[in-house]
T-cell receptor, first 113, second 117 residues
Framework: RKEVEQDPGPFNVPEGATVAFNCTYS??????FFWYRQDCRKEPKLLMS???SGNEDGRFTAQLNRASQYISLLIRDSKLSDSATYLC??????????????FGTGTRLQVTL | DAGVIQSPRHEVTEMGQEVTLRCKPI?????LFWYRQTMMRGLELLIY????????DSGMPEDRFSAKMPNASFSTLKIQPSEPRDSAVYFC???????????????FGPGTRLTVL
């Protein structure tokens, strides 16, 4: 089983649609979770952190389910500019210097007219 | 701030040659990370430094890879000798907080696209 697993997609959705991505992780001791966005041939950039209670940033909502070990990202009212690859990122360590971020291989989103 | 700076942006070399990738982190960031990204394996952490000291190099694939950070504003990743399977995009990233902290954000450089023929 991969440490961080994502559906690679692509997800093709029309502008204005709502789309959701899930990501599962293997280490139940993981403490911090993030979604990064990567545009084609560019570097990854932090989209949002994922908090235990769930959090929202404009059209984006992130949720964490520790019992089932998955996190999700919901994008409402999709824009053409949302087209990118979304990387699920998990801190696989249990804390301290042994921790490191593990990236999923990403889910590609294509928003069309 | 100019962000994380990497050079070169593109490198094409022949098998067996030495390759050196360079990175300048954001000023004031105490953590520096080297990643490799391929289509098959995604983004993999190779090594990271804290205050110029290597903390975790378990991702370095083999002895052909080495990384140094002689001071807070410069790091290198060297591959010697290079092989075709090393072809990938190599990213350098830096952060103010450690990777285990909840509010940590890593800032990535634009990457070096390496092709080994």
């Amino acid at each position: 089983r991969k440490e961080v697993e994502q559906d690679p997609g692509p997800f093709n959705v029309p502008e204005g649609a709502t789309v959701a991505f899930n990501c599962t992780y293997s280490n139940s001791a993981s403490q911090s979770f993030f979604w990064y966005r990567q545009d084609c041939r560019k570097e990854p950039k932090l989209l949002m952190s994922v908090y235990s209670s769930g959090n929202e940033d404009g059209r984006f909502t992130a949720q964490l389910n520790r019992a089932s070990q998955y996190i999700s990202l919901l994008i409402r009212d999709s824009k053409l500019s949302d087209s990118a690859t979304y990387l699920c990122v998990v801190n696989m360590g249990s804390g301290g210097t042994a921790s490191k971020l593990t990236f999923g291989t990403g889910t590609r989103l294509q928003v069309t007219l | 701030d100019a962000g994380v700076i990497q050079s070169p942006r593109h490198e094409v070399t022949e098998m067996g040659q030495e390759v050196t990738l360079r990175c300048k982190p954001i000023s004031g960031h105490d953590y520096l990370f080297w990643y490799r990204q391929t289509m098959m394996r995604g983004l993999e952490l190779l090594i990271y430094f804290n205050n110029n000291v290597p903390i975790d190099d378990s991702g370095m694939p083999e002895d052909r890879f080495s990384a140094k950070m002689p001071n807070a504003s410069f790091s290198t990743l060297k591959i010697q000798p290079s092989e075709p399977r090393d072809s990938a995009v190599y990213f350098c990233a830096s952060s103010f907080r450690g990777p285990w902290e909840s509010y940590n954000e890593q800032f990535f450089g634009p990457g070096t696209r390496l092709t080994v023929l």
